[in-house]
Nanobody, 119 residues
Framework: QVQLVESGGGLVQAGGSLRLSCAPS????????IAWFRQVPGKEREFVAS????????DYANSVKGRFTISRDNAKTMVYLQMNSLKPEDTAVYYC????????????WGQGTQVTVSS
């Protein structure tokens, strides 16, 4: 079991930056991947970025490549999503999610944090 707590959302103007944080409850995550998803009301949840805890390999949605960076801090057991050059279409509730690397679906989800980008 892994509990995930997000923080760092807020209101920002277009072109600005925000950093989201995700705190997993479990310290030893070598066999896990952590990801960020986002969801707009009335739409399906959308993959944003992921990182494998062991090795740090990352993956990004095309819509955020070059603007967002996912990273992890082993010492603090934290995952971050640095979001730069934000656009109004990035407005959504952002969720942190976790899965075992032997699975393809994310089993663990945080409560979400709202990001609003004004034009």
């Amino acid at each position: 079991q892994v509990q995930l707590v997000e923080s760092g959302g807020g209101l920002v103007q277009a072109g600005g930056s925000l950093r989201l944080s995700c705190a997993p409850s479990r310290r030893f995550l070598n066999n896990y991947a952590i990801a960020w998803f986002r969801q707009v009301p009335g739409k399906e949840r959308e993959f944003v970025a992921s990182i494998r805890w062991s090795g740090g390999s990352t993956d990004y949605a095309n819509s955020v490549k070059g603007r967002f960076t996912i990273s992890r801090d082993n010492a603090k057991t934290m995952v971050y999503l640095q979001m730069n050059s934000l656009k109004p279409e990035d407005t959504a509730v952002y969720y942190c999610a976790g899965r075992s690397i032997i699975k393809t679906t994310y089993d663990y989800w945080g409560q979400g944090t709202q990001v609003t980008v004004s034009s």
